[in-house]
């Protein structure tokens, strides 16, 4: 089942995360993510679909610089983490920035280049991706 981190409510209160391992790569990803105001989070399991990672996470930036820092933040965040290093494609142009984590791959987009591309369905393995 893919995750989607759903808006937060009317008080402003923090948005709670999908159900992931404390303390995991996944889960540092996700409130990274979160904590630089991503839109439209979306977390894809692999595990056992696909060898390439455990998990696929999707978001969207409001702009190139977004993207850039959000990036950029993440690695560090990941490195600092004690996850190791990470390998970041795109990043000059930032209208999508690939970040290979290991267990954990992440895709942020411009809204524009997201629509286009649609990873979530193509990843989707036939599960229905929308808000939950």
């Known amino acids: 089942m893919n ?10 209160a923090a948005t709670p995360l999908p159900p992931s391992e404390p303390n995991s790569l996944h889960a ?25 990672a455990d998990h696929m996470v999707i978001a969207s930036g ?19 983490g004690g996850f190791g290093h990470v390998r970041i494609e795109g990043l000059p142009a930032a209208d999508w920035v690939l970040i290979d984590a290991g267990d954990v791959v ?10 286009f591309y649609n990873l979530e369905r193509m990843w989707g393995f036939g599960d229905s991706v929308g808000a939950a």
Not at 3 to 12: I, K, M, N, T
């Open 106 to 115: 992440v895709h942020l987009f411009r809204p524009e280049v997201r629509t």
């Open 3 to 12: 995750q989607v981190l759903p808006e937060p409510d009317q008080s402003g």
């Open 28 to 52: 540092l990803v996700l409130q990274s993510l979160d904590d630089d105001q991503a839109q439209e989070i979306v977390s894809i399991p692999l595990e056992g679909k696909s060898s390439i």
């Open 62 to 80: 409001r702009s190139t610089r977004q993207v850039a820092a959000m990036a950029q933040k993440l690695a560090e965040r990941i490195k600092q």
